[in-house]
T-cell receptor, first 111, second 115 residues
Framework: GQQLNQSPQSMFIQEGEDVSMNCTSSSIFNTWLWYKQDPGEGPVLLIALYKAGELTSNGRLTAQFGITRKDSFLNISASIPSDVGIYFCAGQLGYGNKLVFGAGTILRVKS | NAGVTQTPKFRILKIGQSMTLQCTQDMNHNYMYWYRQDPGMGLKLIYYSVGAGITDKGEVPNGYNVSRSTTEDFPLRLELAAPSQTSVYFC??????????????FGPGTRLLVL
């Protein structure tokens, strides 16, 4: 089946630092999504991207839909302790279609 | 508004036992999904449903069964539990159409341990 390669696997950063993570695929996706999962809870959608080249922000989070439609990037600026969690990318082939998830990036923030 | 609720939160099963994981949503969503999450592996789709009475296999359906008799409920059945089914199970729902993507809302998960 399709696979998404998400990197890095984990990050341990100092509070206030910026964070970057990315996701690549061997297949083209029409929609890229970024989710965050807090410990003991289900994933929550952070940002959805619908068009190649699109750059979208949600507060301190910025995500981009790669121009080739095979990759996406998530940046978090000025990290804070509540940013701790697992960040997942997900791709969707078409409208109403199923999602394919990356393996996740574990983010730890040192205050 | 409870969103997506799942029961139980945690369960230990012996090999060969059966159980049903319950999922209910109160958002009148037409689509519902079951995922499993293994450590370091992301979420994999087990089964999904596009409406009451309609279900379809996802990426990893073997060993599971589902039914969708109502819009609100989407139970996942394990008939003969195996250690490979030890995982965290998430139910999700969305209001999906043919013309756009709608957010999938996830439940809090059920942690299952098969010994």
């Amino acid at each position: 089946g399709q696979q998404l390669n998400q990197s890095p696997q984990s990050m341990f950063i100092q509070e206030g630092e910026d964070v970057s993570m990315n996701c690549t695929s061997s297949s083209i996706f029409n929609t890229w999504l970024w989710y965050k999962q807090d410990p003991g809870e289900g994933p929550v959608l952070l940002i959805a991207l619908y068009k190649a080249g699109e750059l979208t922000s949600n507060g301190r989070l910025t995500a981009q839909f790669g121009i080739t439609r095979k990759d996406s990037f998530l940046n978090i600026s000025a990290s804070i302790p509540s940013d701790v969690g697992i960040y997942f990318c997900a791709g969707q082939l078409g409208y109403g279609n199923k999602l394919v998830f990356g393996a996740g990036t574990i983010l730890r923030v040192k205050s | 508004n409870a969103g997506v609720t799942q029961t139980p939160k945690f369960r230990i099963l012996k090999i060969g036992q059966s159980m049903t994981l319950q999922c209910t949503q109160d958002m009148n969503h037409n689509y519902m999904y079951w995922y499993r999450q293994d450590p370091g592996m992301g979420l994999k789709l087990i089964y999904y449903s596009v409406g009451a009475g309609i279900t379809d296999k996802g990426e990893v359906p073997n060993g599971y069964n589902v039914s969708r008799s109502t819009t609100e409920d989407f139970p996942l059945r394990l008939e003969l539990a195996a250690p490979s089914q030890t995982s965290v199970y998430f139910c999700a729902s969305s209001f999906s159409t043919r013309v756009g993507f709608e957010t999938q809302y996830f439940g809090p998960g059920t942690r299952l341990l098969v010994l």
